[in-house]
């Protein structure tokens, strides 16, 4: 079964960076979707970043864009998001998700993904 786990969340001031890695599990993943969210207290969970396949283009939401990077590491069935210039309205918890199909209709809509990590935790303070 298909099994996506997220590590590398924590605590940063304002201005500092994580790096979040979302291990995968249960097959090889560069074909599919990837994607990562993220949940603040009180919020629905919004889109961060995501690509369709290794090799293609990457979606940011408008708020993280230049800040973060998506990136792929085929060879440890690993994705990672880079977290720079980090900001106190980043504080949430991190979610890697991936889809059963090769083809999603709204790379942005957590509707098109199947499989979800547990999250981590990211809190940036002031």
């Known amino acids: 079964q298909v099994q996506l786990v997220e590590s590398g969340g924590g605590l940063v001031q304002a201005g500092g960076s994580l790096r979040l890695s979302c291990a995968a599990s249960?097959?090889?993943?560069?074909?599919?979707?990837m994607g990562w969210f993220r949940q603040a207290p009180g919020k629905e969970r919004e889109f961060v970043a995501a690509s369709r396949r290794s090799g293609s283009d990457t979606a940011y939401a408008g708020s993280v864009k230049g800040r973060f990077t998506f990136f792929r590491d085929n060879a440890k069935n690993t994705v990672y998001l880079q977290m720079n210039s980090l900001k106190p309205e980043d504080t949430a918890v991190y979610y890697c998700?991936?889809?059963?199909?090769?083809?999603?209709?709204?790379?942005?809509?957590?509707?098109?993904?199947?499989?979800w990590g547990q999250g981590t935790q990211v809190t940036v303070s002031s």
């Open positions: 249960g097959r090889t993943f560069s074909n599919y979707p």
């Open positions: 998700a991936t889809s059963h199909t090769f083809t999603i209709a709204t790379m942005t809509s957590e509707k098109d993904y199947d499989y």
